[in-house]
């Protein structure tokens, strides 16, 4: 624990051991960056990980100075603060910012006004938000499309696209500058990651491909779903913006079969019979009174009608009457049917009132449009789990304009308020329980998406739904292969077990999205359960935090299978590594998507980048260069290119 003595320098603090924390460690270390990680809380499992990697962890409260000194704050390069809770994260910032006004400060915050505050008071501070940097990534997931992830770059749009491969020959013959970012051949479980332009591809293999949507016409991919690139390539830089603007009314028929599905929904079956009956004493009544109050009351109107009939047994069961007409001067046994009327009438209402003032003091009302709604929806998405990640996901679906069913356990969430004013519905309840999946509308949604904190219930949610969903299709199945033909059908075929349906419900199936942070979990859920749309929010958000901490720029961040991918912009740095090799000889296993040339004079970037790179392309000291691949090596390129000061420039920004 030498390192704690206070005589470390150009190492990087990390305060707050979870999730986010131990990953932004692990990729810290992973680059050779010396660390001290201040744990407010002990958690054996990651502690022990880190200890055997050799990382110092103090045990303490990182708002203490006591603590930030023990770890040389003075002599550290950066430190990161982020913890679960922004006021631990607010008085970490303040603390250190304090003790080292210089020190570049990284800062975790959900709330956006306290991060836009923060910021304005903390020059030095970076205020990153995780569900930000995360939620376009499970949006991604989401959306039924060839496109995998769309980012905006000045007036350009990058696209990764999944292509299948029909044609044998070298990548590049086939799919010229387009640039490669995974390589999956049938029967491999894992993918080839960035694979060399010269590669040989075969019909059956899928390729990852990323580049400008131009490219992909001009090298004749058709891209299915292209309209979705520019929407998600404004969600993963705007993700925090409101997108009540652009919800989509819904319309006039589609609002009354919701109301009419509520209804009948949320009052049951003894609201119905308390209904029926007065509905049938009041058919009674006015058909009695009809045909025998005129005879039977000499002060009854020659041209009593049935209306009349009907307007004396409403006010005499709602007991409000008698105005006009009445029973006193009415037979005995007129009498008598009135006292009963009274009796009954006034009994059956007041049962109907109670069921619906139940309804409406008790919150069911607002629970049951929430159901209602659910039961209506078409192609939606269930998102289950309302914390900050699956709240940008359920904006972002919305920019996206599809229909979203939130599942959530806890009925006073600190984000209903804002999905009640996005007018989505919400169902209450366990998502691991198949009637609860069925109250949000399991059997006709596109995509269930499990994003809570827990693992296990995230993995359970996402079998059970799978598991409810093959049932409801196989059931579907059975109902038309023994369904009968009518005997005047000109179609007498029974049909078979090798028969298929082509209705779309029958033949699609229902894409699974799984959040999770434990990869030894991820890999036995994609070997055993054929999962593979699991997503790590803390590895999606990590490369940003890292990169605030390095120094370098992240441009985006999502998924190829299971593996995070990370966009950087780089600025070479003169006697590193990326100085003087040529593309073909760096060999870094990334790709070179741009490069933006420096000036001769002063260093300046004043040209426009270069989107087509080829291998002989050789770099030179203040070249920009946007890089792709695997965070790990992407972390790693930048260590080779040992950057050690100046301005970033922005030629293409």
């Known amino acids: 624990m ?29 680059a050779g960056v010396p660390i001290i990680v201040i744990a407010g809380r002990d958690i054996a499992t990651l502690r022990r990980r880190l200890d055997r990697w050799g990382v110092p962890v103090l045990l303490d409260q990182a708002h203490t100075g006591e603590a930030l000194r023990q770890a040389s704050i003075t002599g550290a390069d950066a430190l990161i603060a982020c913890h679960d809770i922004d006021l ?63 980012f905006r770059l000045g007036p350009e749009v990058f696209t990764v696209v999944d292509v299948p491969v029909s044609s044998s020959g070298a990548f590049r013959q086939i799919f010229g500058n387009l640039t490669p970012v995974s ?64 919800i989509r009314r819904r319309p006039l028929r589609t609002w009354a079969r919701d109301v009419a599905v509520t209804t009948a929904a949320e009052f049951d079956r003894p609201f119905r019979i308390a209904l029926g009956a007065v509905l049938a004493i009041m058919a009674i009544s006015t058909l009695v009174l009809s045909l025998t109050y005129v005879d039977n009351d000499p002060t009854a109107p020659a041209d009593f009608s049935p209306l009349d009939a009907l307007y004396l047994t409403v006010e005499t069961m709602a007991t409000v009457g008698y105005g006009d007409f009445n029973f006193g001067a009415a037979g005995q046994w007129l009498q008598v049917f009135g006292i009963v009327l009274i009796l009954i009438g006034a009994l059956s209402i007041a049962v109907v009132y109670a069921f619906i003032t139940n309804v409406i003091i008790s919150r069911r009302l607002e629970r049951a449009i929430g159901r209602g709604r659910a039961t209506t929806a078409r192609d939606h998405v269930i ?63 596109t995509t269930l998406a499990a994003l809570t904190s827990d693992d296990v219930a995230n993995l359970e949610t996402v079998l059970s739904a799978r598991e409810a969903f093959k049932d409801l299709l196989d059931g579907r199945r059975r109902k038309r292969r023994w369904r009968k033909p009518r005997a005047d ?5 029974t049909r078979t077990d090798d028969d298929t349906g082509t209705d779309d419900d029958t033949e699609r199936g229902l894409r699974v999205v799984l959040r999770i942070f434990d990869t030894t979990l991820a890999d036995e859920a994609e070997r055993r359960f054929a999962i593979h749309t699991a997503r790590s929010a803390s590895a999606l958000a990590t490369p940003w935090f890292v990169g605030a901490a390095l ?23 003169a006697g590193g590594g990326l100085d003087g090799p040529t593309l073909q000889e760096l060999s870094t296993g990334t790709r070179m998507l741009a490069v933006a040339t420096s000036s001769e004079y002063d260093g300046t970037v004043d040209r426009a980048p270069n989107y087509r790179p080829t291998r002989h392309t050789r770099l030179r000291p203040g070249d920009e260069v946007l890089v792709v691949g695997p965070t790990a090596q992407i972390i790693d390129t930048v260590s080779r290119n040992q950057r050690v000061g100046g301005d970033r420039h922005t030629a293409w920004s």
């Open 383 to 445: 998102v289950c789990g309302l914390g900050s990640v699956g709240l940008a996901t359920v904006e972002g679906l919305l920019a996206a304009g599809r229909d979203v069913v939130i599942v959530e356990r806890d009925e006073n969430n600190r984000f209903l308020s804002v999905v009640r004013d996005l007018k989505i519905p919400v169902v209450f309840g366990d998502a691991t329980v198949r009637a609860t999946l069925m109250e949000a509308g399991l059997a006709r949604a």
């Open 551 to 573: 120094d370098y720029e992240v441009v985006s961040t999502f998924y190829v299978d299971r593996t995070p991918f990370l966009v950087a912009r780089i600025t070479v740095a």
């Open 88 to 150: 631990d994260n607010l008085e970490t910032a303040l603390v250190a910012t304090e003790i080292a006004p210089e020190l570049r400060v990284i800062v975790r915050v959900t709330n956006a006004q306290l991060g836009d505050q923060l910021g304005a008071a903390l020059p030095t501070a970076r205020v990153l938000n995780l569900a930000e940097k995360a939620g376009h990534s499970f949006v991604e997931a989401c959306i039924r499309s060839d496109v995998r992830h769309a």
């Open 2 to 30: 030498a390192v704690l003595s206070g005589h470390a320098y150009g190492h990087v603090i990390v305060c707050g051991l979870n999730n986010l924390g131990f990953r932004i460690a692990e990729q810290l270390h992973a």
């Open 183 to 246: 390589l999956r051949r049938p029967g491999e479980r894992l993918a080839e990651l960035c694979p060399d332009r010269d590669t040989v591809i075969t019909p059956g293999d899928r390729l990852a491909l990323l580049g400008r949507l131009g490219d992909f016409a001009d090298n004749g991919v058709r891209v299915v779903g292209a309209h979705d690139a520019d929407t998600l390539a404004d969600l993963s830089v705007h993700h925090a913006d409101p997108p009540s603007g652009r």
């Open 489 to 493: 059908s000109p179609r007498t075929k």
